[in-house]
């Protein structure tokens, strides 16, 4: 019998997260379950278990790839000479978001179920943080660049101005996902034109 790689592995992993994706935005976070994502994905309930314990797993595995792929959208914008204004930065990241999981009200349900699921407040957590770190490390050039500020000081504006970022970036996604008639782009102009800070 031929040995499976790690990268056969993982591919498969991501196919299983992806499908997972798909019925999320079908049925929604808590409607979705285990038999939902074994039908959408099309492997036996076997390779889904050999891949993933649970639910929350999966959950984690979905979180993971699309705050991966934000991040390393990030890494790019923060390799930009000029840097693009804070403003802008919000809207590079919602833009991807947008793409990336299609529907925001599953981030949002991520997040009312986090408030009760302790495994799922671990997960958001966690990519709260990531993100607020790549906020903080995006401002810190940014007030270094436009306020020509020695390092200390923009590090300390940048702590003090990331969650403002990101509670930014949430109020597109929990717009987007609620209101009807949101105008997202509109929001995301708005936004650039709330900086320089």
């Known amino acids: 019998m031929p040995k499976v790689t790690d990268e056969y592995r993982e591919l498969k992993r991501r196919e ?4 997972a ?11 979705a379950s285990m038999a939902d994502i074994i039908a959408e994905s099309g492997v036996s309930a076997g390779a889904i278990y050999g891949s993933f314990r649970n639910k929350a797993d999966i959950v984690h595995a979905v979180a993971a790839t699309t705050v991966n792929e934000r991040i390393l959208a990030g890494e790019e914008f923060l390799g ?3 840097l693009p204004t804070p403003g802008e930065v919000v809207g590079i990241m919602m833009r991807g978001v947008s793409v990336a999981v299609e529907k925001t009200d ?8 986090a408030v009760t699921d302790p495994d799922l407040r671990v997960i958001t957590q966690e990519i709260m943080d990531r993100i607020d770190d790549l906020y903080r490390r995006y401002l810190t050039r940014w007030y270094s660049q436009t306020r020509e ?3 200390a000081e923009a590090a300390e504006l940048a702590v003090r101005f990331a969650p403002v970022l990101v509670s930014l970036s949430q109020g597109f996604i929990i717009q987007s996902a609620i209101r009807e008639n949101f105008d997202g782009e509109a929001y ?9 800070l």
């Open 106 to 113: 599953i981030l949002v349900q991520l997040w009312g179920e």
């Open 149 to 151: 500020l020695p390092e």
């Open 16 to 19: 299983i997260a992806d499908a």
């Open 80 to 82: 930009r000479d000029p």
């Open 188 to 196: 995301l102009i708005a936004a650039a034109e709330l900086f320089p």
């Open 21 to 31: 994706l798909r019925a999320f935005n079908r049925k929604g976070f808590r409607a």
